[in-house]
T-cell receptor, first 115, second 114 residues
Framework: AQSVTQLGSHVSVSEGALVLLRCNYS??????LFWYVQYPNQGLQLLLK??????LVKGINGFEAEFKKSETSFHLTKPSAHMSDAAEYFC?????????????FGSGTRLLVRP | GAVVSQHPSWVICKSGTSVKIECRSL??????MFWYRQFPKQSLMLMAT?????????EQGVEKDKFLINHASLTLSTLTVTSAHPEDSSFYIC??????????FGDGTRLSIL
């Protein structure tokens, strides 16, 4: 069965600093992995996805994530944080061999950006 | 990008009434739609998966008679919370996908039962 662990329920960075949000997964099949962002009282917006192509995935808003099979990780990074990046971030793995299958979400990490 | 519209965004109603939430895929045909529930400061909990023209598949612990899901067309799914009670108050989010494509989410519906 698939599962996702996000380390750190809250991450606080200064504006302009590196953002690193951690995600580790467990999957019995080659995984499809996703990062979503959620702003208050809104749904989820897809930041990026890994579907077994390039291991370094670039997404929207300057975010990227690297799939590391040996570490079963899919950490999300951004070189320079912006105030508008403050939100809740969810890592997810697809429960099947297709990115349209149901998603297993991590518990989420709230990113706080200090001015 | 793909757009999913969810309506209403906020609803307040009395205990015992039924509430219908709509989820529409505006610019693609969604073969599968998902319904999630999110409690404050928590992750999303999948309630059910619905495929167009067939009965929804409910996750363990979700009452199918309480949460009625209809997916009558490739662009519309509805979730009806029947005889709602205060414990049903939550944030409900739908998503839609087509084969091989990632899920696209609606903006959610905040349901408050008085």
């Amino acid at each position: 069965a698939q599962s996702v662990t996000q380390l750190g329920s809250h991450v606080s960075v200064s504006e302009g600093a590196l953002v690193l949000l951690r995600c580790n997964y467990s999957s019995s099949v080659p995984p499809y992995l996703f990062w979503y962002v959620q702003y208050p009282n809104q749904g989820l917006q897809l930041l990026l996805k890994y579907t077994s192509a390039a291991t370094l995935v670039k997404g929207i808003n300057g975010f990227e994530a690297e799939f590391k099979k040996s570490e079963t990780s899919f950490h999300l990074t951004k070189p320079s944080a912006h105030m508008s990046d403050a939100a809740e971030y969810f890592c997810a793995v697809s429960d099947g061999g297709d990115s349209s299958y149901k998603l297993i979400f991590g518990s989420g990490t709230r990113l706080l950006v200090r001015p | 990008g793909a757009v999913v519209s969810q309506h209403p965004s906020w609803v307040i109603c009395k205990s015992g009434t039924s509430v219908k939430i709509e989820c529409r895929s505006l610019d693609f045909q969604a073969t599968t739609m998902f319904w999630y529930r999110q409690f404050p400061k928590q992750s999303l909990m999948l309630m059910a998966t619905s495929n167009e023209g067939s009965k929804a598949t409910y996750e363990q612990g979700v009452e199918k008679d309480k949460f009625l899901i209809n997916h009558a067309s490739l662009t519309l799914s509805t979730l009806t919370v029947t005889s709602a009670h205060p414990e049903d108050s939550s944030f409900y989010i739908c998503s839609a996908s087509s084969r091989g494509q990632p899920q696209h989410f609606g903006d959610g519906t905040r349901l408050s039962i008085l």
